[in-house]
């Protein structure tokens, strides 16, 4: 693939097309193709995804990345068996075998995660359809393979999964009328990578654990692209595909960089809020989504702003004290992206989605304060977090004797012994955060 016109081809990354045999036809892409589907009250809209494991046998281009692949929905209320569980951990020497591990998949095979399109609470009888604050929107989908989701992912495997509603429906003429599927309701995936000077090619340091950080910024696989916009109103599903890198979003007129120009928020993390909330900037940390409105017909092509990022400065995005931010003599550029012309005609909605035909509203808080008592949780000397792993993650449930009731809340506490940097991702279908405690900067 190619990532700026004045680089050679990246063959150091990874990616997937919508199942076509002759790739000169359905060419392989990353960010992985943009799935679509949808809740439908009273109707069965559940689908079925098959994967097929194509990648290369032996060792992976570039030296990074594991060819044994698990992918997990993002934040999706389903099943442990279509979750994406990093492996099975009751196999211990034979994880690597094809023909007994069954949560990630080889070579010349496939997976099929099955999705029932239900929302949480679709087992109660007032609510057959789930709880229409349970809605989700804006998920991603990626690579979960134990030990390698941060080579597998930088690689490019990851993408955006969309789920329409009867509200948020994709067409603007009903619903919340919001912009309409697909030609004004676009992904953005953001990504950095640090080019090798001597190859042109993405490069990956696997002994960093500092937290990988580059010096190009990507959007939908491609260096600082612009589009051309049409006098009206946007959706872009934000998702900051980074890993390790925090975004600051901006709307910003080049020639007036202090200008402040509002946008609006209307969800995050694939739920959307309770009111749209009209910002000057949005925050983005690793995995994060967020849902942005903006109405380009307020925008002259003489005097507006353009759609861009302004990305942190060295030195500002929360570590622990005295990691190192990024390879020396690796260069940090300008990060205002070019100012896009304005034109009066619909931009070209070629995008290439696999559809299947086929929100949440902030729920109340958690009464952690008469919660039963849960699990103590920190990571051993592999990062993993002992000895609980919920069930979600596809591991066997270790706290059976302390299964949750119908609508109980368990309260579980995690933390780490060790300094520095360490992100926990936790399988929970309806999960809240009621307190956090950091001893360093941006742990929380």
Same mark, same amino acid.
């Given at each position: 693939?190619?990532?700026?016109?004045?680089?050679?081809?990246?063959?150091?990354?990874?990616?997937?097309?919508?199942?076509?045999?002759?790739?000169?036809?359905?060419?392989?892409?990353?960010?992985?193709?943009?799935? @679509?589907?949808?809740?439908?009250?009273?109707?069965?809209?559940?689908?079925?995804?098959?994967?097929?494991?194509?990648?290369?046998?032996?060792?992976?281009?570039?030296?990074?990345?594991?060819?044994?692949?698990?992918?997990?929905?993002?934040?999706?209320?389903?099943?442990?068996?279509?979750?994406?569980?990093? !492996?099975?951990?009751?196999?211990?020497?034979?994880?690597?075998?094809?023909?007994?591990?069954?949560?990630?998949?080889?070579?010349?095979?496939?997976?099929?995660?099955?999705?029932?399109?239900?929302?949480?609470?679709?087992?109660?009888?007032?609510?057959?359809?789930?709880?229409?604050?349970?809605?989700?929107?804006?998920?991603? *989908?990626?690579?979960?393979?134990?030990?390698?989701?941060?080579?597998?992912?930088?690689?490019?495997?990851?993408?955006?999964?969309?789920?329409?509603?009867?509200?948020? !429906?994709?067409?603007?003429?009903?619903?919340?009328?919001?912009?309409?599927?697909?030609?004004?309701?676009?992904?953005? @995936?953001?990504?950095?990578?640090?080019?090798?000077?001597?190859?042109?090619?993405?490069?990956?340091?696997?002994?960093?654990?500092?937290? *990988?950080?580059?010096?190009?910024?990507?959007?939908?696989?491609?260096?600082?692209?612009?589009?051309?916009?049409?006098?009206?109103?946007?959706?872009?599903?934000?998702?900051?595909?980074?890993?390790?890198?925090?975004?600051?979003?901006?709307?910003?007129?080049?020639?007036?960089?202090?200008?402040?120009?509002?946008?609006?928020?209307?969800?995050?993390?694939?739920?959307?809020?309770?009111?749209?909330?009209?910002?000057?900037?949005?925050?983005?940390?690793?995995?994060?989504?967020?849902?942005?409105?903006?109405?380009?017909?307020?925008?002259?092509?003489?005097?507006?702003?353009?759609?861009?990022?302004?990305?942190?400065?060295?030195?500002?995005?929360?570590?622990?004290?005295?990691?190192?931010?990024?390879?020396?003599?690796?260069?940090?550029?300008?990060? @205002?992206?070019?100012?896009?012309?304005?034109?009066?005609?619909?931009?070209?909605?070629?995008?290439?989605?696999?559809?299947?035909?086929?929100?949440?509203?902030?729920?109340?808080?958690?009464?952690?304060?008469?919660?039963?008592?849960?699990?103590?949780?920190?990571?051993?000397?592999?990062?993993?977090?002992?000895?609980?792993?919920?069930?979600?993650?596809?591991?066997?449930?270790?706290?059976?004797?302390?299964?949750?009731?119908?609508?109980?809340?368990?309260?579980?506490?995690?933390?780490?012994?060790?300094?520095?940097?360490?992100?926990?991702?936790?399988?929970?279908?309806?999960?809240?955060?009621?307190?956090?405690?950091?001893?360093?900067?941006?742990?929380?």
């Amino acid at each position: 693939m190619s990532i700026h016109p004045q680089l050679q081809k990246q063959v150091n990354f990874w990616g997937a097309n919508l199942g076509g045999a002759d790739l000169r036809v359905d060419p392989p892409m990353t960010p992985l193709p943009t799935l @679509v589907s949808r809740y439908q009250a009273g109707a069965n809209t559940a689908i079925l995804v098959r994967r097929y494991n194509d990648l290369p046998q032996g060792v992976p281009s570039g030296g990074y990345g594991r060819n044994q692949i698990s992918i997990h929905l993002h934040n999706f209320h389903t099943v442990p068996d279509s979750d994406g569980g990093p !492996c099975d951990p009751r196999l211990g020497a034979d994880a690597d075998d094809p023909l007994r591990q069954g949560r990630f998949f080889f070579p010349d095979q496939y997976y099929d995660d099955y999705y029932n399109m239900k929302r949480a609470g679709f087992t109660r009888a007032a609510t057959p359809d789930g709880d229409v604050r349970e809605s989700l929107g804006t998920l991603w *989908y990626h690579d979960h393979r134990e030990a390698h989701t941060r080579e597998n992912v930088f690689k490019g495997l990851a993408g955006i999964h969309i789920i329409f509603n009867e509200h948020d !429906c994709g067409d603007e003429t009903r619903g919340l009328r919001l912009p309409g599927w697909p030609h004004w309701d676009l992904p953005l @995936v953001l990504k950095d990578v640090r080019i090798d000077p001597a190859t042109q090619q993405g490069a990956f340091d696997l002994f960093d654990t500092d937290g *990988y950080l580059g010096d190009r910024y990507l959007v939908n696989g491609r260096i600082q692209p612009y589009q051309a916009v049409a006098r009206r109103r946007y959706r872009y599903r934000v998702l900051n595909g980074s890993l390790a890198r925090y975004y600051q979003l901006y709307l910003t007129n080049p020639d007036r960089p202090e200008q402040s120009i509002a946008f609006w928020l209307i969800a995050n993390d694939g739920n959307l809020l309770p009111r749209p909330v009209n910002v000057n900037s949005v925050r983005l940390s690793n995995g994060e989504r967020a849902d942005l409105v903006i109405d380009f017909a307020r925008i002259s092509a003489a005097d507006g702003p353009a759609p861009g990022t302004r990305h942190q400065a060295p030195g500002t995005r929360h570590q622990a004290p005295g990691t190192r931010h990024q390879a020396p003599g690796t260069r940090h550029q300008s990060t @205002v992206a070019r100012e896009p012309p304005v034109v009066d005609q619909r931009p070209r909605a070629g995008q290439r989605v696999a559809a299947a035909r086929t929100q949440r509203q902030r729920a109340g808080r958690v009464p952690h304060r008469s919660a039963r008592a849960g699990r103590q949780l920190r990571p051993d000397h592999r990062r993993r977090f002992r000895p609980a792993h919920p069930a979600g993650a596809g591991h066997p449930r270790p706290d059976a004797d302390r299964p949750a009731r119908p609508a109980a809340t368990l309260l579980h506490r995690a933390g780490a012994r060790s300094p520095g940097r360490h992100p926990a991702d936790v399988h929970l279908m309806q999960q809240r955060l009621p307190t956090s405690y950091a001893q360093s900067a941006g742990c929380a």
